[in-house]
């Protein structure tokens, strides 16, 4: 299974960011995607999350301007950002929960994260 994470950068505060999750291995559209993300000197934590079903969740600081559209033709999900904030600044990482092709179980897999810097 690989999970390709791709679009951050640098930022202005009060712009927007486009992430891209790239899939492969994996059952796609039965597996539940989301975004996290680690800031310098913090843990890791949940930015958004969207079910196999289109069901979406949104930590509080992001409710609004963050969105999470999946493709499941593509087997890609996106993360869109908009009205950034300095401290939306962190590596994000993409996540999968579920099932590898020629496996029955559930694992969670990783990418390996994208930086976005947003300046003040």
């Known amino acids: 299974v690989q999970l390709q994470a791709s679009g951050g950068g640098l930022v202005q505060a009060g712009g927007s960011l486009r992430l891209s999750c790239v899939t492969s291995?994996?059952?796609?559209?039965?597996?539940?995607m989301a975004w996290y993300r680690q800031a310098p000197g913090k843990q890791r934590e949940l930015v958004a999350k969207?079910?196999?079903?289109?069901?979406?969740t949104y930590a509080d600081f992001v409710k609004g301007r963050f969105f999470i559209p999946r493709d499941n033709i593509k087997r890609t999900m996106n993360l869109q950002m908009n009205s950034l904030k300095p401290e939306d600044t962190a590596i994000y990482y993409c996540?999968?929960?579920?099932?590898?092709?020629?496996?029955?179980?559930?694992?969670?897999?990783w990418g390996q994260g994208t930086l976005v810097t947003v300046s003040s």
């Open positions: 996540n999968a929960h579920g099932t590898r092709w020629g496996r029955s179980n559930e694992s969670d897999y």
């Open positions: 291995g994996i059952r796609f559209s039965g597996a539940d």
């Open positions: 969207i079910t196999s079903g289109g069901m979406e």
